[in-house]
């Protein structure tokens, strides 16, 4: 791991849902002691509307963001490279550290469905946050 902040890239095809909760979180949780990137092997053209909303309701705002591709320098200097559904659609960069997450796909899911995928993603990054600073100490 580098002596800098920790830097995480959540990856999955569209970057539309998980990924894009996936690093929201992570900049809510880790401040400004983490770096975030958030890519697509496939980007979309714009967020979940039910991602967007289920985030507001933690008091997170995505309105903003946008799917993005990925790009070679995003992996490379990552320390984590965290993988959300993606199969075999997203490239392996030998030497990274890989998290596969297996997450439903909120696309196409009601609220309610999409509800429990964003906990789970919180409670993940909870972890995956605090495991990386206990690591840098």
Known sequence: MSTEQPEILFLCVHNAGRSQMAAAFAREIGKNRIKVYSAGSAPGEHLNPAVVEVMRE????????????????MALNADVV????????????????????????PAGKQLEEVRPIRDDIERRIASLIDELLTAKK
Do not use: F, H, N
């Open 82 to 105: 965290v993988t959300m559904g993606c199969g075999d659609a997203c490239p392996v960069y030998p030497g990274k550290r890989y998290v596969d997450w297996e997450l439903s796909d």
């Open 58 to 73: 933690k008091g997170i705002d995505i309105t903003m963001e946008k799917p993005q591709k990925l790009t070679d320098e």
